[in-house]
């Protein structure tokens, strides 16, 4: 069975930068695509970024321009590196994996999640 595991959140004043990983195992990584989302405190969980096997990658319109999502095969990870973070990018960050080679979702996958703050 897989297993997924976010790392890297943490507290950051507005405008600064950071890097989230998602570290995939027990599945063929570099065979499929992986999603990032994000749940603010009182909302519901929403999409944010996705990168499909072949590296085509997605962003929501908030946070386009801001956020990098990338992925290195040999490590079995993806990274979304987030600049300009704003408050309103605090939430629960989590990663999710699947069967699925493109950004299609539903995923079955999913990591336990990791805790970003901004303050202004």
């Known amino acids: 069975q897989a297993q997924v595991m976010e790392s890297g959140g943490g507290s950051v004043q507005a405008g600064e930068s950071l890097n989230l990983s998602c570290t995939v195992s027990?599945?063929?990584?570099?065979?499929?695509?992986v999603g990032w989302y994000r749940q603010a405190p009182g909302k519901e969980r929403e999409g944010i970024s996705c990168?499909?096997?072949?590296?085509?990658?997605y962003y929501v319109d908030s946070v386009k321009g801001r956020f990098t999502i990338s992925r290195d095969n040999a490590k079995n990870t993806v990274y979304l590196q987030m600049n300009d973070r704003q408050p309103e990018d605090t939430a629960t960050y989590y990663c999710?994996?699947?069967?699925?080679?493109?950004?299609?979702?539903?995923?079955?996958?999913w990591g336990q999640g990791t805790q970003v703050t901004v303050s202004s």
């Open positions: 990168i499909s096997r072949e590296q085509k990658t």
């Open positions: 027990g599945l063929p990584f570099y065979d499929y695509a």
């Open positions: 999710a994996d699947d069967y699925e080679d493109q950004c299609s979702g539903p995923w079955a996958y």
